[in-house]
């Protein structure tokens, strides 16, 4: 299985974080180029490997760590996803005034969904600030949960055991019309930071 993560900011420095530290090679891309990438290589070490966005969108899965608005022209060199996962970390806020975008009541993975069409999307790691979901999971003592959604099975199962090999424990919630909903930006699972313990 490969891995990529467009998007070297905030949460996708968080999501590099657990791949170094679960020893799991990770193509990391932005806009600026691969070169850009390198302090964050440097910091983490070689199983972040800088990329271009158009080689890290050929990876099995890959993290969408972008702004909601900049998913479109970010994809646009993806060619055929053949079923690859995508893993849709954006909130969709607007701003300045920090809501969430006005999508006319569906679920803001639905719309990534329809950006990537062929993948299969996942939505998980966008709940929580990124300097939480950076830190150590197992901080407590228990596991920090991580929420799952997606309207195919076999990939929310894919992307949990990803993230029970990240350190994490993994919450599937279901399709994104269900899960997909509860934690987005503004409902009820958003900046939950839970643990599991036993
Ligand atoms: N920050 C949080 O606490 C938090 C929490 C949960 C979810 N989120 C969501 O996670 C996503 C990323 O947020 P962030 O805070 O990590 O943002 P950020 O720190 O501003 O980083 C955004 C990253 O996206 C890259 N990018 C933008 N347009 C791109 C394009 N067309 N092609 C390739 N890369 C592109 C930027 O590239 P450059 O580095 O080249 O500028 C940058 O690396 C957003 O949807 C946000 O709502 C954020």
Known sequence: MTYAI???????SAIATHFARAALDVHV???????TIAPLAARLGGYIKPAAVEDA??????????PFHAVLPAVLDAGDWNGR???DATNAIEFPSFKPLDLGGRPSSQLIAETVPGSRVVKAFNTLPAAILASDPRSDGGRRVLFVSGDHAD???TIAALIADLGFSPLVLGALHEGGRLQQFGAALVAQNLSRHG
């Open 155 to 157: 990939a929310n199962q």
């Open 6 to 12: 467009i998007g070297s900011g905030a949460i996708g």
């Open 29 to 35: 891309a932005n806009s600026r180029g691969p070169a």
């Open 85 to 87: 996962i995508v893993v």
């Open 57 to 66: 969108l050929k990876a099995d899965v890959v993290f969408l760590a972008i």
